[in-house]
């Protein structure tokens, strides 16, 4: 029977976005370090070997995935474990004995910004490798072996990365889920039927010239009552909401060649200097130098 936080799940999944910062694999000899770095997002895959790290939550499942057998805290992650960290904090790892990681950083888009407020941190999955095969494997050759510097992709290389890097995020996040992991009550914070909507719309069209009374009665909700429920559930309000949407739009469109111009009027802005300026404050630079 289909768990009952995959359907609100698929919907958030499917809005998910990623741009990857790096993509390292790193060999790790016996009692060396590995850290997530605070404010970032970071998903670490245990190639080999075993590392020991501060006390997270795990599960795991049975051989043929029939529900949890084992769930509680752990402090060391064998081969085939995921760990997927928001940047709450820092976080440190030391290979118990030699050992090998792919680590992957990324910047997730606005509507992932739920994330943040509905996952644990970190996000733990010791038998990862036994739940999806698959993604494993395609884990397990991610990154170069001989460098820890971020890869610097050619061509269309920074497509297959990023592609990669979301299906392999997005496959962890419902590995965590099909596995029974999820916290009770998980479902109901992951979708809202009143918010889910408006969201949709927004990612849809996001030039249209929103106002908070299209919105709210997209939410079938008052205006007030949709702004207190769209920060109380979001993290923002809903013109920040749409400002971050048409931020990150406005990346893609530039990064494949647009003009400032073209891309500031399918986004809904009257002039390209309100364009820029806002661009400018969201990314620290102009949009004329983004590539």
């Excluded at 999806?132 to 971020?150: I, K, Q, T």
């Excluded at 997005?170 to 408006?198: E, K």
């Amino acid at each position: 029977m289909q768990n009952t936080a995959t359907a609100p799940l698929g919907t958030l999944l499917e809005s998910i976005d990623v741009v990857v910062t790096t993509t390292t694999r790193v060999a790790l000899p016996q009692g060396r370090r590995v850290v997530t770095p605070a404010g970032a997002v970071t998903l670490l895959y245990v190639v080999s070997g075993r590392l020991r790290g501060d006390s997270a939550t795990s599960c795991e499942t049975g051989p043929n995935h029939a529900g949890v057998v084992a769930r509680g805290h752990v402090s060391e992650f064998p081969a085939g474990s995921a760990i997927l960290t928001m940047g709450a904090v820092p976080l440190e790892f030391t290979a118990a004995n030699d050992a090998e990681v792919v680590r992957v950083g990324v910047e997730l888009n606005e509507a992932a910004h739920r994330l943040r407020r509905i996952l644990p941190d970190p996000l733990t999955i010791t038998d990862f490798s036994r739940i999806d095969p698959a993604l494993a494997s395609l884990a397990s050759n991610m990154g170069e072996a001989v460098s820890p510097a971020p890869i610097v992709a050619a061509g269309g290389g920074e497509v297959v990365c990023r592609l990669m890097a979301r299906t392999l995020l997005i496959g962890v996040l419902r590995a965590w889920v099909s596995a029974g992991c999820a916290p009770s009550g998980w479902a109901a914070r992951a979708a809202d039927p009143h918010l889910d909507p408006v969201i949709s719309a927004i990612h849809s069209d996001p030039g249209r010239d929103w106002s908070l009374d299209a919105l709210a009665s997209l939410g079938a909700m008052s205006r007030s009552a949709f702004s207190r429920r769209f920060r109380e559930l979001v993290g923002s309000s809903p013109g920040q909401y749409i400002t971050g949407v048409r931020m990150e739009d406005a990346k893609r469109r530039l990064a494949r060649g647009a003009s400032v111009t073209q891309t500031s009027r399918e986004l809904g802005y009257a002039s390209d200097e309100g364009f820029s300026r806002a661009f400018r404050r969201h990314t620290g630079v102009a949009p004329s130098r983004w590539e």
